[in-house]
T-cell receptor, first 112, second 115 residues
C-alpha cells in the first residue's frame, strides 16, 4: 500500500516566523511532489510542485525534496495569519496514469 | 477566464434518487478527476479520465458513474446505490502531454447532503 504521511497538527507558529511542514512517502519510485493549501470549506489550491532533489523557491514558499530519505517539506517564511489553512502533500506514482497519492494534511495556525 | 467550473455548489439528494454533479473546464486539459473528501479524511479518488470516451475507476467507484463525451466535461452521477453520499465532491483537471507530471487544478467543489 503506497502511503503519504503528514503530521496532522495543529502546527502553531507566531506571525513572522518560519513554518515547516513535512511529508514522507513510501513509494521509492515516486517522481512528482505537490503541495496544496486548503482553507476551511474551500477546495485545494496548488502552492508548489517539485520534481528534483534539492530546494525550489517561490516567493515566501520553499519546497525541499530528498528522494533518498523519501521526504518532502514545505517552508513558509514570514508566516502570515492568512497562511492559516490545511496543507496537503500529494505524490505522483511512477506508473503511466500518474495518479496522486494524498496525505491527510497538516493544519497550520499562524497567530498574530 | 480559464478555469474549472463545478455546479451546483450545494446539492440535496432524496433517498433512492440519482443526482448528477457537473464539471466543466476550459483549460484544454486532457485529464479530469473526481474526488470525494469527508471530514478528517484525505481526498479519495472516485473516477478519472485521461482522454475522451475513456475513464477508469479510482479507489471508491462503487455507487458512482461518469461519462467523458467531450474533452471539456466530466459529469459525475451519484446513484442510489451509494448509501453514504454526504461529502464534499471535488473535480480536478490537468494538462497531460504524453503522460507528463503537470499538477492537478481543482474546481470549487460541490457539497452533497442527504435530505
Amino acid at each position: 500500500q503506497k502511503e503519504v504521511e503528514q503530521n496532522s497538527g495543529p502546527l502553531s507558529v507566531p506571525e513572522g516566523a518560519i513554518a515547516s511542514l513535512n511529508c514522507t512517502y513510501s513509494d521509492r519510485g515516486s517522481q512528482s511532489f505537490f503541495w496544496y493549501r486548503q482553507y476551511s470549506g474551500k477546495s485545494p489550491e496548488l502552492i508548489m510542485f517539485i520534481y528534483s532533489n534539492g530546494d525550489k523557491e517561490d516567493g515566501r514558499f520553499t519546497a525541499q525534496l530528498n528522494k533518498a530519505s523519501q521526504y518532502v517539506s514545505l517552508l513558509i517564511r514570514d508566516s502570515q495569519p492568512s497562511d492559516s489553512a490545511t496543507y496537503l502533500c500529494a505524490v505522483s506514482n511512477a506508473g503511466n496514469n500518474r495518479k496522486l497519492i494524498w496525505g491527510l494534511g497538516t493544519s497550520l495556525a499562524v497567530n498574530p | 477566464d480559464g478555469g474549472i467550473t463545478q455546479s451546483p455548489k450545494y446539492l440535496f439528494r432524496k433517498e433512492g434518487q440519482n443526482v448528477t454533479l457537473s464539471c466543466e473546464q476550459n483549460l484544454n486539459h486532457d485529464a479530469m478527476y473526481w474526488y470525494r473528501q469527508d471530514p478528517g479524511q484525505g481526498l479519495r479518488l472516485i473516477y478519472y479520465s485521461q482522454i475522451v470516451n475513456d475513464f477508469q475507476k479510482g479507489d471508491i467507484a462503487e455507487g458512482y458513474s461518469v461519462s467523458r463525451e467531450k474533452k471539456e466535461s466530466f459529469p459525475l452521477t451519484v446513484t442510489s446505490a451509494q448509501k453514504n453520499p454526504t461529502a464534499f465532491y471535488l473535480c480536478a483537471s490537468r494538462y497531460y502531454p504524453g503522460g507528463g507530471n503537470q499538477p492537478q487544478h481543482f474546481g470549487d467543489g460541490t457539497r452533497l447532503s442527504i435530505l
